[in-house]
């Protein structure tokens, strides 16, 4: 089965961004892993403040549609700052 190139580019994309989370998360200074998991963080509050409200909804459904977004956007932050701490784990073990 062929790939097309738009999915090629976007698998490469995300491992790009996992393999500079790793980078990031292995360097010296161990702040520099957390500008993506807060980059990705700052993302998911704009997408909750970006909610269309109609004027239907009730306000159970607009605090279930709000907390929908903000947990699947916040799905990428969940994984980098998994990254994040597997390697600042494996970071103090090598330094002490």
Same mark, same amino acid.
């Given at each position: 089965?062929?790939?097309?190139? $738009?999915?090629?580019?976007?698998?490469?994309?995300? %491992?790009? !961004?996992? #393999?500079?989370? !790793?980078? #990031?998360?292995?360097?010296?200074?161990?702040? @520099?892993?957390?500008?993506?998991?807060?980059?990705?963080? =700052? =993302?998911?509050?704009? %997408?909750? =403040?970006?909610?269309?409200? @109609?004027? &239907? &909804?009730?306000? %159970?459904?607009?605090? !279930?549609?709000?907390?929908?977004?903000? #947990?699947?956007?916040?799905?990428?932050? !969940?994984? @980098? =700052?998994?990254?994040?701490? %597997?390697?600042? $784990?494996?970071?103090?073990?090598?330094?002490?």
């Amino acid at each position: 089965m062929i790939f097309p190139v $738009n999915t090629l580019v976007f698998i490469l994309f995300l %491992a790009g !961004i996992i #393999l500079l989370q !790793i980078f #990031l998360s292995k360097g010296g200074y161990k702040q @520099l892993g957390l500008i993506l998991p807060g980059f990705t963080f =700052l =993302l998911s509050i704009i %997408a909750v =403040l970006n909610v269309v409200v @109609l004027p &239907d &909804d009730s306000i %159970a459904e607009r605090i !279930i549609q709000v907390i929908l977004i903000f #947990l699947v956007w916040n799905i990428s932050t !969940i994984i @980098l =700052l998994g990254i994040y701490f %597997a390697c600042g $784990n494996s970071f103090k073990r090598t330094k002490s």
